[in-house]
């Protein structure tokens, strides 16, 4: 029986000092049934010239070279519709595959029943430079200060609390495409995935190490603990759309926490536009708590 397609997405904005290091861990995959996408988003650096590079040296590999920085989510579904993979992955230029990767994740997902659309593991945490700082969750048995992954009907989970390392999941294409891809109009994709897959489909942690996050200035990750958080304003644009798919008392709940927490950071940041919109969405929500909308 043929193995399954994954597409890997590939998308680079100034990653040229990290570049070969993840091509090439896209080269050293143990999994044959591979259609890659290299997606330039807009570079000023040497990025686009290592690409092209790579792309002449693997014909059956494509390449996007788009003129301006688009955003992640448009970016990325530029070559999301045009893929054909059953899985596909949302590759940083700046993060590592490990070799064994997508045979793992895709033999955990041809496991599982068909409502499960995505799948994600724990992952090597990366200096700049690569020096190791150790692993996303401690494996098993350690113990540690990230909490713990969950699995199956997460959707009340994914409001509370974020549990999930990005850049390991592997996504099921019909789940992704049945969302419409990544939503344009945000800064980011990956709460606004977690939220709207994880009301009709089911998620499913794996043990493993498959990645390796490159941690640095100029990450997404580590812009949003800046003075002034620029993906706030869709973080709540997210918590907006959960509202209106919260069912139960203890998913309102769970998104007033994370409103809380939201609302907190803005007010201390002194976004205060943020700050408002956020006090807005949260008395809306404990309304309904305290209205005994939903079940129990």
């Not at 579904?77 to 054909?84: G, I, P």
């Not at 008392?249 to 907190?264: D, G, N, V």
């Amino acid at each position: 029986m043929p193995l399954p397609l994954v597409t890997i997405i590939a998308l680079c904005h100034n990653h040229a000092p990290f570049l070969r290091e993840a091509l090439t861990s896209i080269e050293q995959l143990d999994y044959p049934a591979l259609e890659v996408w290299l997606v330039d988003n807009g570079s000023t650096d040497g990025s686009p010239a290592l690409l092209r590079a790579y792309a002449q040296a693997h014909p059956g590999w494509h390449l996007l070279l788009l003129p301006e920085n688009l955003g992640n989510c448009r970016a990325f579904n530029q070559a999301f519709w045009q893929s054909r993979g059953e899985f596909v992955v949302d590759f940083a230029t700046d993060d590592v595959l490990l070799p064994q990767r997508l045979r793992q994740q895709v033999a955990l997902f041809q496991a599982l029943p068909a409502d499960y659309g995505m799948v994600y593991s724990n992952c090597e945490l990366l200096r700049e430079n690569g020096e190791p700082l150790g692993f996303y969750y401690q494996p098993t048995g350690r113990g540690g200060l990230r909490p713990a992954p969950a699995s199956g009907w997460v959707f009340r989970e994914v409001l509370a609390r974020f549990f999930i390392s990005t850049p390991t999941m592997l996504m099921r294409r019909t789940c992704l495409a049945a969302l419409g891809g990544y939503d344009e109009r945000l800064s980011y994709e990956d709460f606004d995935f977690w939220v709207r897959a994880s009301r009709d489909w089911r998620f499913q942690y794996q043990d493993a190490v498959t990645t390796r996050k490159r941690l640095h200035p100029r990450s997404l990750s580590a812009q949003t603990t800046r003075r002034h958080n620029p993906h706030l304003a869709s973080t709540l644009a997210v918590c907006a759309k959960a509202l209106g798919l919260c069912r139960t008392r203890a998913e309102y709940r769970a998104l007033a926490s994370r409103l809380r927490y939201e609302l907190a950071h803005a007010l201390r940041r002194g976004q205060w536009a943020e700050a408002r919109r956020a006090a807005r969405l949260l008395v809306q929500v404990v309304g309904r708590v305290v209205g005994g909308r939903g079940q129990a």
